[in-house]
């Protein structure tokens, strides 16, 4: 089955400075790799996703690259706020094949240092 | 409802009592998933079920724990005898598209358990 590697578990910067988490993935034929930001005692919640036929996506702070060839995958956020302290999962899948549940990561701890 | 809604929020069980946490998922969703996220960890997958069939149930980790979704709406997720390492928040999320789909998940604020 998949195994979804996630690194670092805890991720500490300034605000306003910009924070990479990075994901590693063992299927080959996984092709959808989603973000989840998760607040404290609060339900996951999607913030981007990227699908294996394009290799970066961006929407406003937060970006997604993916690497197909090396099977990782990066989120990135610029200009990090207050706000973006959370616990974020990176997950992925393959469409078909009755594989039909997402493998997440274990979760980096974002903090927003003021 | 707007969102999945989940039943009972926290539930604390003695070891060996039996517990029933229900999902509500969003009104017309195909998809319903269960997954187990133990403290400072991932949600980890347990069963699947499209409409009231139970497609995929490889992430259940024992007979204890068992799923079913009778209409095709509402989910119960059941544990028998329950155990201590049976602790943890269960989440239940749902989706629009069949299998296959790849697209958002929406989850519910999860049934957090603890067995003492």
């Known amino acids: 089955g998949e195994n979804v590697e996630q690194h670092p578990s805890t991720l500490s910067v300034q605000e306003g400075d910009s924070a990479v988490i990075k994901c590693t993935y063992s299927d080959s034929a996984s092709n959808y790799f989603p973000w989840y930001k998760q607040e404290l005692g609060k339900r996951p919640q999607l913030i981007i996703d990227?699908?294996?036929?394009?290799g970066e996506k961006k929407d406003q702070r937060i970006a997604v690259t993916l690497n197909k060839t090396a099977k990782h995958f990066s989120l990135h956020i610029t200009e990090t706020q207050p706000e973006d302290s959370a616990v974020y999962f990176c997950?992925?899948?393959?469409?078909?094949?009755?594989?039909?549940?997402?493998?997440f990561g274990k979760g980096t701890h974002l903090i927003i240092q003021p | 409802g707007a969102g999945v809604s989940q039943s009972p929020r926290y539930k604390v069980a003695k070891r060996g009592q039996d517990v029933a946490l229900r999902c509500d998922p969003i009104s017309g969703h195909v998809s319903l998933f269960w997954y187990q996220q133990a403290l400072g960890q991932g949600p980890e997958f347990l069963t699947y079920f499209q409409n009231e069939a139970q497609l995929d149930k490889s992430g259940l980790p024992s007979d204890r724990f068992f799923a079913e979704r009778p209409e095709g709406s509402v989910s119960t997720l059941k544990i028998q005898r329950t155990q201590q390492e049976d602790s943890a928040v269960y989440l239940c999320a749902s989706s629009p598209g069949a299998s296959g789909y790849t697209g958002e998940l929406f989850f519910g604020e999860g049934s957090r358990l603890t067995v003492l």
């Open positions: 990227i699908r294996s036929n394009v």
């Open positions: 997950a992925a899948k393959r469409s078909g094949g009755g594989a039909d549940g997402l493998t």
